[in-house]
């Protein structure tokens, strides 16, 4: 098991920056690649961004983030962190923000885009960005 805990939303005026994270333990070993989604009210959880967690850092993104948004992965002797860097914020961009790990491998990055293929989510952490 993999347990997964999101720290770091807040209310944010249009234009400015939050910087999540996401701790993560238990199995960390096992796991491949994390990945951050949203929910916005009313609508579907849609992928945001997703890192490989072996070997060579790569990361994948969705449209909406690329150019605005950067996360990363820090692994330490005893804690593993997964950040998502969100600049240029826009009220779209109001949801609960989820980290997720998944330990399938043999796959590209962009397979990571499917919320279906995580089996360890996090509790979320809310987003709020005002006009």
């Known amino acids: 098991q993999v347990q997964l805990v999101e720290s770091g939303g807040g209310l944010v005026q249009a234009g400015g920056s939050l910087r999540l994270s996401c701790a993560a333990s238990?199995?960390?070993?096992?796991?491949?690649?994390m990945g951050w989604f949203r929910q916005a009210p009313g609508k579907e959880r849609e992928f945001v961004a997703a890192?490989?967690?072996?070997?060579?850092?790569?990361?994948?993104?969705a449209d909406s983030a690329k150019g605005r948004f950067a996360t990363s992965r820090d692994s330490a002797r005893n804690s593993v962190y997964l950040y998502l860097q969100m600049n240029s914020l826009e009220p779209e961009d109001t949801a609960v923000y989820y980290c997720?790990?998944?330990?399938?491998?043999?796959?590209?990055?962009?397979?990571?885009?499917?919320?279906?293929?995580?089996?360890?989510w996090g509790q979320g952490t809310q987003v709020s960005v005002s006009s």
């Open positions: 997720a790990a998944a330990a399938t491998r043999g796959v590209g990055l962009e397979y990571f885009a499917r919320s279906d293929v995580y089996p360890y």
């Open positions: 890192i490989s967690w072996s070997g060579r850092s790569t990361s994948y993104y």
């Open positions: 238990g199995r960390t070993f096992s796991v491949n690649a």
